[in-house]
């Protein structure tokens, strides 16, 4: 696992740690869950903060949190923010999850998942969920220049957006409130279960 002053190393003291939302009901269900507004599960709360306990744990600190505005993003972000005196300070739309459209709420088997937009009407082009994912990391750089920021995201748009970035498919699922560290010289995941660190 990469260390937390690995982190900075070279970057001024700037870095952006991107993380998945805690569990909802409709995660543990297998739903599609889009841009569909679901609430965090009791289990999705425990990960957020032990997510948030593994960080301070490990000697990381941070300046600024940030979130999409889905309140399972959201929720995820305060609890994960108060290990380390933070409120959230905006919400970027360009952080929310990939649009399923008709397949929302649905529990849709394998073959679809990979492909919905061939199955479901409204469904958002997978070339617009990475370019708005690269967007807005990119100008939530520009935003807080040189500063350590903490994003809470959804995990399609992250599998993505790493996926665009390294120029070959990311592995999914990306798990419920595991970090994703992305240094501004570069884009790298790791998770807080030890894996090895990835760098795209």
């Given at each position: 696992m990469v260390r937390a002053e690995e982190l900075t190393k070279d970057l001024?003291?700037?870095?952006?740690l991107v993380i998945r939302h805690g569990q909802t009901d409709w995660n543990k269900a297998k739903k599609m869950q889009g841009s569909s507004d679901i609430?965090?599960?009791?289990?999705?709360?425990?990960?957020?903060?032990?997510?948030?306990?593994?960080?301070?744990?490990?000697?990381?600190e941070f300046d600024v949190l940030v979130s999409s505005p889905l309140s399972r993003a959201y929720e995820t972000a305060q609890v994960i923010g108060s290990y380390f005196g933070l409120e959230v300070d905006r919400t970027y739309p360009g952080l929310e999850e990939r649009s399923y459209g008709e397949a929302e709420g649905l529990d849709i088997p394998a073959e679809q998942r990979a492909h919905?937009?061939?199955?479901?009407?409204?469904?958002?082009?997978?070339?617009?969920?990475?370019?708005?994912g690269v967007r807005t990391l990119r100008q939530i750089v520009r935003d807080y220049p040189g500063k350590r920021v903490i994003a809470v995201s959804h995990g399609s748009l992250i599998r993505r957006t790493l996926s665009a970035a390294r120029g070959a498919e990311v592995p999914s699922p990306i798990e419920n409130a595991i970090p994703h560290d992305m240094p501004l010289d570069g884009l790298f995941a790791w998770d807080v279960d030890n894996e090895p660190m990835l760098k795209v």
């Open positions: 001024g003291g700037g870095a952006l609430p965090l599960n009791d289990r999705g709360r425990e990960q957020a903060h032990e997510t948030g306990k593994k960080l301070v744990e490990e000697g990381f919905p937009e061939k199955f479901y009407s409204g469904v958002e082009p997978e070339r617009d969920v990475f370019t708005r």
